[in-house]
């Protein structure tokens, strides 16, 4: 059985940051790409961040590139996703991901076990 859950959202004005985290059980993490998507209301589940097994691959949207940053502590099965910068636009539920691959991608369609989610509201 995998777990995730995720931590961290909260309501923060424009410009402000947030760390979100993801915390991971059962037999999948170490050995696996872990991503990070947002949905907005209304809108279609999206690609924020992705990174590689070992963490030494990272992917990022062109919507966030430069603003966030993901990572991961294997050791604490916990991934992170660092959020500067943040805009109104980045208000969304923040779900994490976990891939039964071993590539990471970017599609939602990929990812094979997913946490219940985090609100994030940015006010501006």
């Known amino acids: 059985q995998v777990q995730l859950v995720e931590s961290g959202g909260g309501l923060v004005q424009a410009g402000g940051s947030l760390r979100l985290s993801c915390a991971a059980s059962?037999?999948?993490?170490?050995?696996?790409?872990m991503g990070w998507f947002r949905q907005a209301p209304g809108k279609e589940r999206e690609f924020v961040a992705v990174?590689?097994?070992?963490?030494?691959?990272?992917y990022y949207a062109d919507t966030v590139k430069g603003r966030f940053t993901i990572s991961r502590d294997n050791a604490k099965n916990t991934v992170y996703l660092q959020m500067n910068s943040l805009k109104p636009e980045d208000t969304a539920i923040y779900y994490c991901?976990?891939?039964?691959?071993?590539?990471?991608?970017?599609?939602?369609?990929?990812?094979?076990?997913w946490g219940q989610g985090t609100q994030v509201t940015v006010s501006s």
């Open positions: 059962g037999r999948i993490f170490s050995s696996n790409p």
């Open positions: 990174i590689s097994w070992e963490g030494g691959s990272t």
């Open positions: 991901a976990a891939r039964a691959g071993t590539i990471p991608k970017q599609s939602p369609g990929e990812y094979n076990y």
